[in-house]
T-cell receptor, first 110, second 113 residues
Framework: QKEVEQDPGPLSVPEGAIVSLNCTYS??????FMWYRQYSRKGPELLMY????GNKEDGRFTAQVDKSSKYISLFIRDSQPSDSATYLC??????????FGQGTELSVKP | ETGVTQSPTHLIKTRGQQVTLRCSSQ?????VSWYQQALGQGPQFIFQ???????GRGNFPPRFSGLQFPNYSSELNVNALELDDSALYLC????????????FGPGTRLTVL
């Protein structure tokens, strides 16, 4: 079983839609949860960082963590064409090393 | 911009050759981590350096090696290149260890023919 499962997509939505991106993980020792955005031919950039169960909001983005179910989500409200990118969930393991999901490719159509 | 730079942007090598990739971290960041990202996959951790000492290694063979210098620059060296080494190589810098935010560079795309 992989430590992190993420649907690779691709996911295509119309502009203005609400987008839901999800990851499941198997390692209950994961304590820190992140979402990175990666544009084509660029390095990943940190979008959201949280360490507790519940919701964290930043503008149009909401990160949700459910430690009991080992499930994290990223919601994007009022999606824009500029949100078209690959979204990577990431976790710190016990050794302090980042473990990434496969990434979900998102396309927002005007 | 994260302030992390990498060179070169692209590189083409043939099987069996050796390659050196370079990274310049943000000033004051004592930790650099290197990742390999194959097409359509998430980044895979190669190794991490903290204050010029290796601080953990992922599931990569010894032909992947690294160095970190006091001036916040670092190198990733790969010997005896194989076709499967073709990937985007990313470095990320962070102030310290553990759960610090990592800031990624734009990557070096390596193609092995």
């Amino acid at each position: 079983q992989k430590e992190v499962e993420q649907d690779p997509g691709p996911l295509s939505v119309p502009e203005g839609a609400i987008v839901s991106l999800n990851c499941t993980y198997s390692n209950s020792a994961f304590q820190y949860f992140m979402w990175y955005r990666q544009y084509s031919r660029k390095g990943p950039e940190l979008l959201m960082y949280t360490y507790s169960s519940g919701n964290k909001e930043d503008g149009r983005f909401t990160a949700q963590v459910d430690k009991s179910s080992k499930y994290i989500s990223l919601f994007i409200r009022d999606s824009q064409p500029s949100d078209s990118a690959t979204y990577l969930c990431a976790f710190y393991n016990q050794g302090g090393k980042l473990i990434f999901g496969q990434g979900t490719e998102l396309s927002v159509k005007p | 911009e994260t302030g992390v730079t990498q060179s070169p942007t692209h590189l083409i090598k043939t099987r069996g050759q050796q390659v050196t990739l370079r990274c310049s971290s943000q000033s004051g960041h004592n930790t650099v981590s290197w990742y390999q990202q194959a097409l359509g996959q998430g980044p895979q951790f190669i190794f991490q350096y903290y204050r010029e000492e290796e601080n953990g290694r992922g599931n990569f063979p010894p032909r992947f090696s690294g160095l970190q210098f006091p001036n916040y620059s670092s190198e990733l060296n790969v010997n005896a290149l194989e076709l499967d080494d073709s990937a985007l190589y990313l470095c990320a810098s962070s102030p310290g260890l553990a759960s610090d935010t990592q800031y990624f560079g734009p990557g070096t795309r390596l193609t092995v023919l």
